[in-house]
């Protein structure tokens, strides 16, 4: 392998449904104010949510589109796609395959989905560096996280609607002479996996007449609390690993993106790395927590703001249910 294949982010992209939501019209919906929690606790003012007619395919496609313009680059400079998702389009065939159509990408452009749960972009995003490290004819790699999970929310469960969003956020992945992605770490514990999720439509329980008359397993479901010290001691942990195999420190890191699930979170883990909060980049209180497309949608949110230049060090950090969990650290090559 040539030492010369590294990757960087050549350009990015993000996209929402145009509908959005506001804590105010989810108060009245439930008829209790959800605001002082879900604002004060979580950071969300306001979430984006799909109508009848959107869905994670399209989202990705609108995404795919502003990540590649932003690169310089045409829908036929893309050797491999990977779709992140855990709200696929169909059950089968996977969403990479719609996207890989609308797009109109190349038939020598391979592609696939990727389901890591909240964890899923930094793990595309590992996978995408380690394609183009490993094989020289994968030079442009587009990566998606892309999530609608509105349409499996049940509105009246202000555990799950409160919080979930629908969005997607795209980064264009390539070969570049100058070292961008510098290390990565993933993690897992199975043993929490019905913890969260949506648990009816697959092979172990598909969908009947009892299960969508019973309305609990074919929607998001919170079915066990994860420890507050999965995220909070969890976090830390695997940045200071990443970190530590690249000779560098918490205090060299200049963006630190996290999952946008629950601001309080965010800031405790910042505290006990000893970072001040203004290194963390935050989307939440507009777009809600929009899963596997939360962190590339935040730095698309921090590229297009000015924040990002040349030079400086990020480490994206996802986790979510199954339990997964990533982190990639990488440094930003402007222009590249």
């Keep these: 392998m040539s030492t010369a294949h590294h990757a960087i982010i050549a350009g990015t992209g993000s996209a929402v449904p145009e509908r959005i939501v506001s804590n105010t019209e989810l108060s009245a919906m439930l008829g209790e104010d959800i605001d002082p929690f879900v604002r004060g606790t979580l950071g ?5 949510i799909c109508g009848p007619n959107e869905s994670t395919a399209g989202l990705a496609v609108a995404a795919a ?9 045409n829908p036929h400079d893309v050797d491999l796609l990977i779709i992140a998702t855990d709200t696929p389009e169909y059950v089968s065939p996977p969403t990479a395959s719609v996207v890989h159509g609308r797009l109109g990408l190349r038939t020598s452009c391979g592609t696939f989905d990727l389901n890591a749960g909240c964890a899923g972009f930094v793990t595309a995003l590992d996978t995408a560096w380690k394609f183009i490290r490993a094989d020289e004819r994968y030079r442009c790699v587009l990566v998606v996280g892309a999530y609608a999970m509105s349409k499996f929310l049940d509105w009246n469960d202000k555990k799950t609607c409160t919080i979930f969003a629908d969005g997607a956020g ?22 929490l996996c019905e913890g969260m999720g949506v648990f009816a ?9 009892d299960v969508l008359a019973n309305g609990y397993r074919n929607h998001l479901r ?3 609390k994860y420890p507050a010290a999965v995220n909070e ?10 970190l530590d195999r690249v000779g560098r420190s918490t205090a060299d890191v200049d963006h630190w993106l996290w999952t946008q699930v629950n601001l309080s979170t965010i800031k405790v883990v910042m505290e006990r790395l ?7 980049h935050t989307v939440m209180h507009k777009w809600g927590y929009t899963g596997s497309a939360c962190l590339p949608m935040a730095l698309d949110d921090a590229v297009r703001s000015g924040k990002v230049r040349d030079g400086q060090l990020i480490v994206f950090t996802g986790s979510g249910a199954g339990l997964a969990m990533g982190s990639v650290a990488m440094t930003w090559r402007a222009g590249a």
């Design 274 to 280: 000893g970072e001040p909060m203004g290194k963390a």
């Design 170 to 191: 795209a980064a264009v992945v390539e070969l570049s002479a100058e070292p961008g992605i510098l290390a990565s770490e993933l993690y897992a514990d199975g043993t």
């Design 201 to 209: 439509g697959g092979t172990r329980e598909p969908i009947t007449t």
């Design 233 to 242: 001691e969890g976090w830390p942990r695997i940045v200071r690993g990443v």
């Design 44 to 48: 969300i003012m306001e979430r984006h």
């Design 65 to 73: 589109l502003r990540a590649l313009e932003a690169a310089g680059r």
């Design 222 to 224: 919170f079915v066990h």
